[in-house]
């Protein structure tokens, strides 16, 4: 269940600020991890944060028990210390699941020691809307106690059976939902796929040519592993108004696999991916900026037909209300990619 409609934009706690009718306009083709307790990584993060859309401190996996306290101290340092706002760049954290030892603290810490810097919290393992109803009422509370003046949002991972299972009904639990990640490795592991890999295909996954009796090798042609769930999460992502992403891609010594992956993501509609290494920052950045040549043509079309009305012919290809909205879309993406980078904003001629 999701609050009546009536009550769903009020704040669950007295003091707390209300929640957002609409999603900030924001590029987040790029979330990069940080492992914050490395301070030689921490003292790059402004650096950092000119090159990317999103700068997201790990506190999750990969963070050692051990180093879990010193990674949130690390993170808290990091907001107070970079102004990422300057730079146009969101601060996102990655919060031990609410199952874990870790998970209180790093909640309440947080949310006390970042101030209005924090923009969103990225909440692991998400089965159900009931795990965001929880996150809502509980960071309503702290955001009350600490004064925010503007709501953090929230980040749901999907990487078990059982959240795919629920996944409509977790883009619809809150106002809070800034949109969903698809995370490969865990899901894998919910789901009993026999595979070791963080995201991307499998030589073994794939679809045989028929036998025509000749002797002759059969093609073999490899598919995506990842089409259904990737897809399902698109549109529940889209009906509820928060946005798609893709999530790690686990092979860094593959640059080209992981580059599909990600041009995989972008065609179904996603609107970035996670990087776990600086080399894929760039893959990312690439991949979902839309290409010159498309917007090219997408400019065509809304100059043909400004109000998207009636039918028009541009180069043999028909186009009509719905191509005048993909290309609006296109065209929209481009602006913001070029409001950030003035080499694309020269290739879009925007």
Same mark, same amino acid.
């Given at each position: 269940?999701?609050? #009546?409609?009536?009550?769903?934009?009020? =704040?669950?706690?007295?003091?707390?600020?209300?929640?957002?009718?609409?999603? +900030?306009?924001?590029?987040?083709?790029?979330?990069?991890?940080? +492992?914050?307790?490395? *301070?030689?990584?921490?003292?790059?993060?402004?650096?950092?944060?000119?090159?990317?859309?999103?700068?997201?401190?790990?506190? *999750?996996?990969?963070?050692?028990?051990?180093?879990?306290?010193?990674?949130?101290?690390?993170?808290?340092?990091?907001?107070?210390?970079?102004?990422?706002?300057?730079?146009?760049?969101?601060?996102?954290?990655?919060?031990?699941?609410?199952?874990?030892?870790?998970?209180?603290?790093?909640?309440?810490?947080?949310?006390?020691?970042?101030? !209005?810097?924090?923009?969103?919290?990225?909440? +692991?393992?998400?089965?159900?809307?009931?795990?965001?109803?929880?996150?809502?009422?509980?960071?309503?509370?702290? !955001?009350?106690?600490?004064?925010?003046?503007? #709501?953090?949002? %929230?980040?749901?991972? %999907?990487?078990?059976?059982?959240?795919?299972?629920?996944? !409509?009904? /977790?883009?619809?639990?809150?106002?809070?939902?800034?949109? /969903?990640?698809?995370? +490969?490795?865990?899901?894998?592991?919910?789901?009993?796929?026999?595979?070791?890999?963080?995201?991307?295909?499998?030589?073994?996954?794939?679809? %045989?040519?028929?036998?025509?009796?000749?002797?002759? #090798?059969?093609?073999?042609?490899?598919?995506? /592993?990842?089409?259904?769930?990737?897809?399902?999460?698109?549109?529940?992502?889209?009906?509820?108004?928060?946005? =798609?992403?893709?999530?790690?891609?686990?092979?860094?010594?593959?640059?080209?696999?992981? *580059?599909?992956?990600?041009?995989?993501? &972008?065609?179904?509609?996603?609107?970035?991916?996670?990087?776990?290494? #600086?080399?894929?920052?760039?893959?990312?950045?690439?991949?979902?900026? =839309?290409?010159?040549?498309?917007?090219? &043509?997408?400019?065509? /079309?809304?100059?043909?037909?400004?109000?998207?009305?009636?039918?028009?012919?541009?180069?043999?290809?028909?186009?009509?209300?719905?191509?005048?909205?993909?290309?609006?879309?296109?065209?929209?993406?481009?602006?913001?990619?070029?409001?950030? !980078?003035?080499?694309?904003?020269?290739?879009?001629?925007?």
């Amino acid at each position: 269940m999701t609050r #009546p409609p009536r009550s769903f934009f009020e =704040p669950l706690a007295l003091g707390a600020p209300a929640p957002m009718r609409e999603l +900030p306009l924001r590029l987040e083709r790029v979330i990069h991890f940080l +492992p914050p307790q490395i *301070e030689k990584l921490r003292a790059n993060a402004a650096r950092t944060a000119v090159e990317v859309d999103v700068l997201c401190g790990n506190l *999750e996996d990969a963070i050692a028990p051990g180093d879990k306290a010193a990674a949130r101290a690390g993170f808290i340092e990091m907001a107070r210390e970079v102004d990422f706002a300057a730079h146009g760049t969101g601060l996102w954290v990655r919060i031990n699941g609410a199952q874990s030892p870790w998970h209180l603290d790093d909640v309440s810490e947080i949310v006390a020691g970042c101030g !209005e810097a924090l923009d969103v919290v990225m909440l +692991p393992k998400v089965e159900g809307p009931w795990d965001i109803h929880y996150m809502d009422q509980l960071l309503a509370v702290l !955001e009350a106690r600490h004064g925010r003046k503007r #709501p953090i949002l %929230l980040h749901a991972i %999907l990487e078990t059976a059982q959240g795919v299972v629920n996944v !409509e009904a /977790i883009a619809l639990a809150s106002p809070r939902l800034q949109g /969903i990640s698809l995370g +490969p490795a865990d899901l894998a592991a919910s789901r009993g796929m026999k595979t070791t890999r963080v995201g991307g295909g499998h030589p073994s996954y794939g679809v %045989l040519a028929d036998n025509a009796g000749d002797g002759e #090798p059969r093609a073999f042609i490899q598919q995506d /592993i990842w089409h259904y769930t990737l897809a399902r999460m698109v549109d529940a992502c889209v009906a509820a108004g928060i946005k =798609p992403f893709y999530g790690p891609f686990g092979a860094i010594d593959d640059p080209a696999g992981c *580059e599909q992956q990600f041009r995989n993501a &972008f065609l179904l509609g996603c609107a970035g991916a996670w990087s776990l290494h #600086p080399s894929q920052i760039a893959i990312a950045k690439r991949v979902f900026s =839309p290409d010159p040549a498309e917007v090219a &043509f997408a400019r065509r /079309i809304l100059e043909v037909m400004p109000d998207g009305a009636g039918v028009a012919m541009i180069d043999g290809k028909m186009q009509d209300d719905a191509t005048w909205k993909q290309a609006k879309g296109m065209v929209d993406l481009a602006r913001q990619v070029a409001a950030k !980078e003035p080499a694309m904003a020269a290739a879009y001629g925007l």
